[in-house]
């Protein structure tokens, strides 16, 4: 974790000759429409160094990452952290093309492609917990009520990760109920209501971000 720090922290001063992304992608979706490809919505998203974090890749840096992108005051720099960033998380680099990547925007163009609520996609709450933890391995209607259901994983992290991650009763299950009012489906966390994320949840999640993280140099 230190080395690791170490060299985010050295990104303040790079002045490397990596080539910019693109400004404008070409496969972006247009105004009012979200991407429904991994492929268009890693041009959209990966488009901007200087916007990236205003988009699905929020949900899963860690804060010390955050910090230092934050810090960071010209897209060149912020160009080197990213390509950095999915460095950290490319199980093995002597592979072609980054399959952490493509699978984060795969999960981002299947939530756009879901669910409809408001906010849409990825925005949506549906969106952001499919996109860290992946599809649930069951779903099940909440008896007594016909818009909601509970999402339930037995194991989080990185997609067919075996190691376990101590929830409630061994699993993690995640309620959502829909308000009519507003057609959307929001996180419902008991007592704290739809919108509150209770702290096993919180710490799946959190689980799932630390777990994607397989290199430190």
């Given at each position: 974790m230190r080395a690791r720090n170490r060299r985010l922290t050295s990104l303040f001063a790079v002045a490397s000759a990596v080539a910019?992304?693109?400004?404008?992608?070409?496969?972006?979706?247009?105004?009012?429409?979200?991407?429904?490809?991994?492929?268009?919505?890693?041009?959209?998203?990966?488009?901007?160094?200087?916007?990236?974090?205003?988009?699905?890749?929020?949900?899963?840096?860690?804060?010390?990452?955050?910090?230092?992108?934050?810090?960071?005051?010209?897209?060149?720099?912020?160009?080197?952290?990213?390509?950095?960033?999915?460095?950290?998380?490319?199980?093995?680099?002597?592979i072609a093309g980054n399959q952490f990547k493509r699978l984060f925007?795969?999960?981002?163009?299947?939530?756009?492609?879901?669910?409809?609520?408001?906010?849409?996609?990825w925005k949506s709450d549906r969106g952001f917990i499919h996109i860290v933890l992946g599809r649930p391995d069951y779903i099940r209607p909440i008896f007594g009520y016909s818009d909601a259901a509970v999402w339930t994983y037995f194991t989080t992290g990185k997609e067919g990760s075996k190691r376990p991650f101590s929830g409630v009763a061994g699993q993690v299950a995640i309620a959502f109920v829909r308000n009519p009012?507003?057609?959307?489906?929001?996180?419902?966390?008991?007592?704290?209501?739809?919108?509150?994320?209770?702290?096993?949840?919180?710490?799946?999640?959190?689980y799932a971000k630390e777990a994607a993280v397989v290199r430190s140099d």
């Open positions: 910019l992304l693109p400004v404008a992608a070409t496969a972006a979706s247009s105004l009012g429409e979200l991407p429904k490809t991994g492929d268009a919505a890693m041009a959209y998203f990966e488009a901007n160094p200087d916007t990236w974090l205003d988009g699905p890749v929020d949900y899963i840096i860690l804060d010390d990452e955050r910090k230092v992108f934050k810090s960071l005051s010209t897209t060149l720099g912020r160009a080197d952290f990213i390509a950095e960033f999915w460095d950290l998380r490319d199980e093995n680099p002597k925007y795969e999960r981002v163009a299947m939530a756009n492609d879901r669910y409809h609520d408001f906010p849409r996609g009012a507003r057609s959307s489906y929001r996180i419902y966390g008991g007592f704290g209501g739809p919108g509150f994320v209770p702290f096993y949840i919180r710490d799946a999640l959190h």
